[in-house]
C-alpha cells in the first residue's frame, strides 16, 4: 500500500508552492501527493514533471469536484450542453491524468440535484456521462475511481452496496471498466460496517482515502478521533489491496506539515504493524 497526502488544487498552485509542498511530503516518506483540477489544460504539466521527479513523488489522483464547485458543471444536468461542457472538461483532466500516469476520481462532478428533477433520469445522464468518459481514460490505461458521497453532501448515491450495484451496470455497457473510490469519513456515516464494505467492494475497490472523524470535528488526521484503521488495514491487506491511501483531511496553514507528518506516522506504523503480524 502507498501514502499519498494532499495538496492545493494544481491548477491554482505556483511552481513554488507546489515545490514547498512536494518537499514537505518528500522529506516526511510519502510516495505521492493527491491534488484537485478544475481546468487541466492550465497546468504546466513539464513544469509539473520536473518538480514531481525532484522530489520523487507521484501524484496518487487527480480530484474533479472542482469542475462542479469551480465551474458549475455536472453530468446530472437537464441541459444537454452543460452536460456535454462537463465530460469534455474533465476529458482534459484525463489528458493530464494520462501525462502524469495517474487515475481519476470523481464524485462531485455528478451534481447536486435541484429540485423537482428526477433521480432516474439524472442516473440515466451518469451511466452515459461516465461510460464515455470512463472509454476515454482507457486509452490512456488509466481508470476513473467513482465515490460514494455522505447524505450531508450528496443528495443521492451514498452508500456502498448501492455505488456496487451501480458501478456494475455502467461497467455492463463498456470495455475499460469504472472502479471504486472508498472514502472511510463517508462509509462512517452511511455503512454499518467500514470492513464490511471493503470486503463487498472488494472486485471494484481502486482507491482509497482516510480520514478521522470525531463529534467536534471532520476530516480530522488519522489516529485523532474515532476510527479504527488498524481494522481498515488489516482489512484491506488480507484482500490484497496494493494501491493508494490518500490521506484527504485539512490542508490549512501553518498546521499543514504537522498534520502531513502525524498522519503519515501514524499510518505508516499500523501497516508495519500489520505486516509484522503476517
Known sequence: MKLAYSIPNLDELSLEDLDRYLGILSAIGYDGAETSVCYGDKVDREAVKKLLEKHNIKLSGLRSGAI????????????????????DTLKKLIDLAGFFGCDILLGRIQG???????????????????????????????????EPINRFEMNYNHTTKEMIEFTKYINSGIN??????????????????IPG????????????????????????????????????????????????????VGLQDPDYEWGAKTSFNYISTLIELCKRAQ
Not at 475499460?176 to 460496517?193: A, N
Open 112 to 146: 447536486l440535484l435541484e429540485p423537482g428533477e428526477d433521480l432516474a433520469q439524472a442516473k440515466k445522464y451518469i451511466v452515459d456521462c461516465l461510460r464515455e468518459s470512463s472509454e476515454y481514460a482507457g486509452k490512456y490505461g488509466i481508470y476513473i475511481h467513482y
Open 176 to 193: 475499460h471498466e469504472v472502479r471504486l473510490l472508498m472514502d472511510v469519513f463517508h462509509m462512517m456515516l452511511e455503512d454499518f460496517s
Open 68 to 87: 462542479y464547485d469551480k465551474a458549475g458543471l455536472r453530468f446530472t444536468s437537464p441541459d444537454p450542453e452543460i452536460r456535454r461542457k462537463a465530460v
Open 197 to 248: 464494505a471493503f470486503v463487498r467492494s472488494r472486485e471494484l475497490i481502486g482507491h482509497v482515502h482516510f480520514a478521522d472523524s470525531t463529534r467536534d470535528q471532520t476530516r480530522g488526521v488519522p489516529g485523532s478521533g474515532v476510527m479504527n484503521f488498524k481494522e481498515y488495514i488489516d482489512v484491506l491487506d488480507a484482500m490484497g489491496y496494493n494501491g493508494w491511501i490518500a490521506m484527504e
